[in-house]
């Protein structure tokens, strides 16, 4: 039996350090920019009234509740196309890349009906009656920019992996700024058009998805253009293609899972009122944003650690792991001090109510206490995803959030009467729980064998 590597083999030399830094400072970049649209979407309908901030609150949880499986099912060209550019492989590349395309284009239309009933979910779901007919026209605006917002993750996955991500960031700097401008002419009915308010934020997103699908491929067509031209023989093979889904799924029900943990709480904020669910949003998407740091280094971590596997050099692998999780564990901590700082200024930041500003002030300190722990949890994730380890990580997320954080939540925020903030400890304990189960997994799993994941069959 091979000896068991010791825990100085995780220790990142300059190298890995500088690649590791290199790659996630851009791909961090890009998932602030993602965000970011969703907090200027907050902070603009905010200035309308709360009605249509808890609507805008509402309608993002559906989205994202109804979409996030699809995303995790098109991570798997995580370790795909990484461990093909590390073997030089380009026939896989390109038929991965083509794979992922199908799936975008049939994970759009299945998420139309859901999208579709969204206000009757709403109903069912006892939400506040003023809400819900809004919330329900701004998720269905979003229905417009479903296929681009897949194919947008298809093409960022593969040029993460390929490690060209300068395009990109671009990308997102300008979709961002025809955000701002768009919800600017469609909220407040600037240049002639219409105040829409929620609704108008819906559309400007949705075009704004468009742009970022298009200039995203316009930018990069010289590097994609080759692996687009002709359809791949084997792109439509059953068994590689469903071997795909089979390894996109788990990370797929990961995120959903995850998600549906802080979706819950943001159906539980709606029975408190329109107020608690408000700033619930404002700390959320605060948590969030800063939540794009790890998940930055978590996507450099699956890319660097898929490559080394790639070329056959586990022992990179492993030096990229531990390297991934100390660099998280600086940057959260720097943002948990900011969080537990000032807490009532960066509520202020997204509302003019004092009452919504007091409910958010109250929960950001919460989310600074779980930065270091929710930060470590999607890296360990991003880690094992490099080495095409994604079921783990789903039964874990399961355990640590639905088993044990949630009933926490409920029983602090319902029972004892904590309210919001007895709601949130409950999604840090689950946080606390899953990272420690990753970080045990990934420090077992690397410690064995690290091998190329093939997909088996041709292609």
């Not at 994970?107 to 206000?119: E, H, K, Q, R, S």
């Not at 108008?200 to 692996?227: D, E, H």
């Not at 408190?272 to 700033?279: D, E, K, R, S, V």
Request: glycine letters at 12%; proline letters at 6%; a positive charge.
């Amino acid at each position: 039996m091979a000896e068991r590597p010791p825990l100085a083999a995780f220790r990142p030399s300059g190298p890995e350090f500088r690649d590791l830094v290199k790659l996630a400072l851009p791909v961090a970049v890009v998932q602030m920019g993602l965000v970011s649209q969703g907090l200027v979407d907050t902070a603009m309908v905010g200035r309308v009234d709360a009605i249509e901030l808890a609507a805008v609150t509402l309608g993002n949880l559906y989205f994202f509740g109804t979409s996030v499986f699809g995303m995790g099912l098109l991570f798997a060209l995580d370790p795909l196309v990484a461990q093909a550019f590390g073997a030089e492989d380009h026939d896989q590349i390109r038929v991965s890349i083509q794979r992922g395309l199908v799936l975008s284009l049939i994970l759009a239309v299945a998420i139309t009906l859901p999208m579709a009933l969204a206000g009757p979910v709403f109903t069912l779901l006892r939400q506040p009656a003023e809400v819900v007919p809004v919330a329900a026209g701004y998720t269905h605006t979003l229905i417009a920019g479903m296929w681009p917002f897949y194919g947008f993750i298809v093409f960022r996955q593969v040029l993460q992996a390929v490690g060209r991500v300068s395009p990109i960031v671009w990308t997102i700097v300008l979709a961002n700024v025809l955000n701002v401008f768009a919800n600017w002419v469609l909220i407040f009915g600037n240049l002639g058009a219409p105040a829409l308010g929620a609704i108008g934020s819906g559309w400007a997103t949705a075009i704004s998805r468009w742009f970022m699908w298009l200039c995203v491929l316009a930018l990069t067509l010289p590097l994609l253009g080759p692996y687009l031209r002709r359809l791949h023989p084997d792109v439509m093979l059953r068994a590689p293609l469903w071997r795909m889904i089979r390894l996109g799924a788990p990370i797929g029900f990961h995120l959903f899972l995850e998600f549906g943990a802080f979706g819950a709480i943001g159906i539980a904020m709606g029975w408190l009122g329109a107020t608690a669910m408000a700033g619930h949003q404002i700390a959320v998407n605060l948590a969030a944003f800063a939540f794009m740091i790890p998940v930055g280094i978590s996507q450099a971590a699956a890319v660097l650690v898929g490559r080394a596997v790639g070329q056959g050099r586990p022992d990179r692998a492993r030096r990229c792991g531990g390297g991934a999780v100390i660099v998280c564990c600086v940057a959260m901590t720097v943002t948990a001090a900011v969080f537990l700082a000032l807490p009532s200024e960066l509520a202020a930041l997204f509302t003019t109510a004092n009452e919504i500003a007091a409910v958010a002030a109250v929960l950001i300190p919460v989310a600074g206490m779980f930065q270091l722990v929710d930060g470590l949890q999607v890296v360990c994730t991003g880690a094992l995803r490099g080495v095409a380890d994604t079921f783990r990580p789903m039964v874990y997320n399961v355990l640590g959030f639905w088993l044990f954080g949630l009933p926490i939540s409920l029983w602090f925020g319902f029972v004892r009467g904590a309210g919001p903030v007895g709601l949130w400890w409950g999604l840090a304990a689950g946080l606390g729980a899953v990272a420690v189960l990753l970080l045990r997994r990934m420090w077992k799993r690397f410690r064995g064998p690290l091998t190329r994941f093939a997909l088996g069959g041709t292609g």
